[in-house]
């Protein structure tokens, strides 16, 4: 079971329209980790 906690961040995924890499964080990013290219806020991930 996953605890629900109310001051964990939600993780969302973020792809880079420079190089296609997706990074899940929970943080807001403005760059690529990997690049330092623009990235784009794809959602949360859901099965
Ligand atoms: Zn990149």
Redo the contacts with the bound molecule.
Sequence with gaps: MTRADPFTPEESYYE?L??G?RTLTEDHIGS?P??G?EVRNIGVPRE
């Design positions: 880079c420079e190089c890499s690529c990997a690049c290219g």
